[in-house]
């Protein structure tokens, strides 16, 4: 099937000036008479976003500080009060004198700001998703980020054009493993997430190895006052599953606090097909083995964030920000169904595995912020110290049944380990940023310190009759060093923008098996240079041009050289011998009236990590694991378009033509190496509706097309997505109701094939993708206006814009 999406877009080249500016007045009624403590707001014009926020001091006076030059719209609000809305352009400081208000006939509870805003908006480097208040923000994070324009899920993974995606959470670094990742983020209330950051080619700030970044921003108050919400969740997939979480948000004068938890009981179900022809050296097929799989997980997860942020003085300020997730009682049950045939097809036997796997979870994480503004006006100075602990401890029971083609008992084999995981990371980093005559500079350095410790003993047999198999346990210990420094200087001369960085790093790895007496030590020193230049064609297009050198460095969890069996014949296996990968990140960008974009890209991924399955011939059996490849490289041509169609229909689209090659080293086979590649296309669009007068009803139809990817040495089939979804406020704005329902096509899920010399694998995996999804939420105290993403309403700003 084809399905063809035809979408235009691009790029966005600038990079504003970082000047700012104040603006000062205050708030009075129509009399003359101060209005004290009445809101004031600061609404970018372009998006109508939220970017500051205060409260007028006892005689009605505010400041608004810290401004970047733009087009925005004033707006105060008051109780019994009318707001009055004043476009401003700001160009230096301004002073506004009194910002009028005039009395309502009868009072109103609150100034409620309704309307529809643009889900997508793109930036110089980076493009901006904004889920507040949508219907896809009633999931979790992990739902919101695998819907995030040009991110790809590959086997539970997030990948920006063909590279694994560096999740960050409100600029920070989450520093887990994939794994650890993936449990972090379906545990994360979705209702609690500003927007995601999608950032394919990082700025020199950013650590050398992320790749392209996924930046998750939470919501957080601006204007003094509380507010939190409660939420329930039901899903209806091939089990049914719910959750609560619960928000509460307060901001005073110098404190401000949120905090979320979150409880997900869930029982999933996940199908998977695996089709292996083994083959031997005369190139026949001589054996055929089908694996049919259900693996039915069970989990307890609770998750708890806290954000604490404390005004020092007007020029200092403190956050602390926390994350704790638990899951007690993790568990995933594996029925396997395996029938072995000839190279003519006549069953040879067939197997039947049962397999349990327990796990005991917790992940916790702590950052303490500094932020002070210096004397210069602009400047700031920040600092930052993080720790994150993550336990895990769990082990294996299998047991595998071999039957003749009549169905009569051959033998069995039973097996089942018992593993420890416990990682410490430290990080310290220090940054320092301040304007200059037209333009900017910043620099920082980074100390992040990682440990690892790691323990698997594997037994044979059932019961009393286990016996320890020295071969298969190990003790596993990882202790890496990064020491980082860097600096970024951005100029603008009208019409051209230009910004270099440069970044250092040196690294200290030692990765060792105590029970193999085997050593790993990596030492290196790297420079990573950045090059972004843009200039303007005319007042409606511009043009830019970007380069950055990237690192992939092996992580604890793909250096470490356990095994996890599915069965004897089918297990996963860590790689000691990894080494860093380096890539070259080119980018020609083109955009006409902030509407139209389009990216042209190359990228030598050198010899970066992959994936790979190998079938063992001789041995029978199956090996997943991670490669440093021969070499890799990608191109493509992306269009975007991002645009309202009507007033109440607002269109994004995002489309790429691409092309993907790996060289793969065929470490089972008589070649060396194999080329993997495919020339594709990847189409996502985005429909957001107001299907209401009023605005309280808007609807989100969302299609997503892919005709096929690389995942190491296999290829992925094509996929279809379609997902659809309604929104409804009640009660004055007071409650939410969402239902979704996703994949409703049931194309969402693709096939894997390996075909190479002596390798053929066909792999078919079916997580519960398709489903609907109820939530309802409440809220309750001062919730309007109180984050820093606000929409006015169209016929509102309409009105201002033709004065």
């Known amino acids: 099937m084809k399905l063809k999406i035809l979408l235009v877009l691009g790029l966005f080249p600038l990079v504003l000036t970082s000047q700012t500016f104040q603006i000062s007045g205050s708030v009075k009624d129509t009399d003359g008479v101060p209005l004290p403590l009445a809101n004031v707001l600061l609404l970018r014009a372009q998006d109508s976003a939220q ?37 401003l352009e700001v160009r230096s400081d301004i002073r506004i004198g009194a910002l009028i208000m005039e009395e309502e006939g009868e009072s109103l509870d609150e100034v409620v700001v309704t309307g529809q805003r643009p889900t997508i908006e793109r930036q110089a480097d980076r493009i901006v998703f ?216 006549a069953v040879d036997s067939t197997l039947q595995t049962f397999q349990d796997t327990r796990e005991d979870q917790i992940s916790t994480s702590l950052d303490l912020n500094y932020t002070r503004k210096l004397k210069k006006e602009g400047a700031t100075l920040k600092a930052n110290g993080h720790y994150t602990y993550y336990e895990e401890t769990g082990g294996q029971e299998g047991l595998t049944t071999y039957f003749d083609p009549s169905g009569a008992f051959l033998r069995d084999f039973a097996f089942s380990t018992d593993a420890e995981q416990f990682i410490d990371i430290f990080t310290g980093q220090a940054d320092w940023y301040t304007p200059i005559t037209s333009g900017s500079f910043e620099a920082g350095f980074k100390g992040s310190f990682i440990r690892s410790r790691n323990t698997i003993e594997y037994f044979i047999g059932q019961d009393n009759q286990r016996s320890f198999d020295i071969d298969l346990s190990d003790r596993f210990n990882y202790d890496e060093e990064v020491y980082a420094a860097y600096a970024s200087l951005n100029k603008n001369w009208d019409p051209w923008t230009v910004k270099l960085g440069l970044r250092v790093e040196q690294t200290e790895v030692k990765a060792e098996s105590l029970t193999l007496n085997e050593i790993n030590r990596q030492s290196y020193l790297e420079f ?64 006409h009236n902030d509407t139209f974009y389009v990216d042209l890209y190359y990228r030598d991924n050198g010899n970066f990590l992959a994936t790979v399955s190998f079938q063992d011939n001789d041995n029978l059996t199956l090996r997943e694991t991670k490669q440093n490849v021969a070499g890799s490289r990608s191109y493509g041509l992306d269009f975007t378009v991002s645009t309202p169609i009507t007033s109440f229909w607002y269109l994004y689209s995002y489309s790429s033509l691409f092309y993907e090659e790996n060289s793969i080293f065929a470490e089972e086979s008589a070649i060396e190496t194999y080329l993997n590649k495919v020339t594709g296309l990847y189409g996502y669009l985005n429909n957001s509706l107001t299907l209401s007068k009023d605005g309280s009803l808007t609807g989100e139809v969302n299609v997503l097309y892919l005709s096929g990817f690389l995942d190491g040495a296999s290829r992925m089939s094509e996929t279809v997505t379609l997902d659809l979804g309604v929104r409804k406020t009640l009660w004055d704005d007071r409650a939410v109701i969402s239902l979704v329902a996703e994949d409703v096509l049931g194309l969402a899920n693709a096939t894997y094939t390996t075909r190479y010399a002596n390798q053929d694998i066909r792999y078919f995996s079916r997580p519960e993708t398709r489903f609907v999804r109820l939530s309802f939420t409440y809220n309750f105290g001062n919730f309007r206006l109180q984050n820093r993403d606000t929409d006015l309403d169209k016929d509102e700003l309409q009105r201002i814009e033709n004065e």
């Open 51 to 87: 970017i500051k926020g205060t409260s007028a001091d006892d005689i009605g006076r505010f400041t608004l500080k810290d401004i970047e030059e733009d087009l925005y719209f004033l707006y105060a609000s008051y109780f019994g009060y009318k707001s009055v809305l004043v476009p």
């Open 130 to 345: 904004n889920v507040e208040n949508t219907v896809i923000s009633e999931g979790s994070t992990w739902d919101i980020l695998r819907k995030a324009p040009g991110v790809v899920t590959v086997q539970d993974n997030l990948e920006i054009r063909g590279q694994t995606a560096t999740v960050y959470l409100n600029d920070r670094k989450v520093q887990l493993s994939q794994s650890e990742i993936l449990d972090l983020l379906k545990g994360l209330d979705g209702n609690a997430i500003s927007s995601v950051e999608v950032i394919p080619v990082p700025p020199a700030s950013f650590e050398a190895e992320d790749g392209p970044v996924l930046n998750i921003r939470t919501r957080q108050n601006i204007l003094p006052g509380y507010k939190g919400s409660v939420r329930g969740q039901y899903t209806q997939a091939v089990f049914p599953k719910y959750s609560f979480a619960t928000s509460h948000y307060f901001k005073g004068e110098k404190f401000g606090v949120f905090a979320n938890y979150s409880i997900n009981p869930r029982k999933t179900l996940r199908e998977l097909e695996n089709d292996v022809n083994f083959i031997d050296d005369q190139n026949t097929v001589f054996s055929r083995w089908s694996t049919d799989t259900e693996e039915v997980s069970r989990t307890q997860a609770q998750q708890l964030n806290l954000i604490l942020d404390y005004d020092l003085s007007d020029r200092d300020q403190l956050n602390l920000t926390s994350n704790v997730t638990v899951s007690p009682n993790k568990t995933y049950d594996y029925n396997l169904q395996t029938v072995m045939r000839n190279g003519a097809g």
């Open 528 to 591: 990573f240079p950045s090059v972004f230049v843009s200039r303007d064609l005319s007042e409606t297009q511009s043009m830019s041009f970007s380069y950055a050198r990237r690192l992939t460095r092996p992580n604890y969890a793909d250096l470490n050289p356990f095994r996890f069996f599915l069965n004897e014949n089918d297990f996963v296996q860590g790689n000691p011998n990894l080494v860093p990968a380096f890539s070259h990140n080119f980018n020609l960008n083109w955009s």
